[in-house]
């Protein structure tokens, strides 16, 4: 199941908390699926985690990022994401640096940088001070606050990315 699709690295992620809530966009275009249904799934299910990523620098080649954990908790927890044990040939951009973070967007601050991570980059996400995987982030920011994934092969820049649900 698509939880995320970046196709073009606009600002199209610069939304606010209600509709990340509920999810926008088209499954063939820019999408967010909806973070109370994230949560709804993955409390009550058995799911891994897979982000597809196209490089930005070499745009034939995509690498992917497993976990086989993941979890959204609700939104009285705002969405805290719990997310381990990484396998794939990117590197462990997200449970490295993500796990354990509540969601955050430019009108509703719950990262634990001194501004909000989600007004920067333009772009809501569990943003921690403030990313390593920019996945919602527009392709049009200054470094680094740009549409990347650290220390991907090849270079940080993403052409698209995709995150996926799947059943364990």
Known sequence: MLIQQNVDGSN???RPWAEFKVGFG????????????????????????????QSGSNPGNWYNAEYSTFR????????RVVVTDFSGNA???????????????????????????ATVTRGGFWHNTC???GVTVSN???APWRFIWHRLPGGWDLQTSRMWLECK
């Open 91 to 117: 590197t462990d951009a997200f449970a490295w640096y993500h796990n354990g973070m509540m969601f955050t967007t430019h009108d509703r601050d719950n990262d634990p940088h001194s501004g909000n991570c």
């Open 26 to 53: 088209d499954p063939s275009g820019n999408y967010w699926l909806g973070n109370d249904l994230l949560s709804q799934l993955t409390l009550t299910g058995r799911y891994k985690l897979r982000f597809d990523l």
């Open 12 to 14: 199209f992620f610069h």
């Open 131 to 133: 990313f390593r995987c």
């Open 140 to 142: 049009t920011r200054p």
């Open 72 to 79: 959204v908790l609700p939104e009285t927890d705002n969405y």
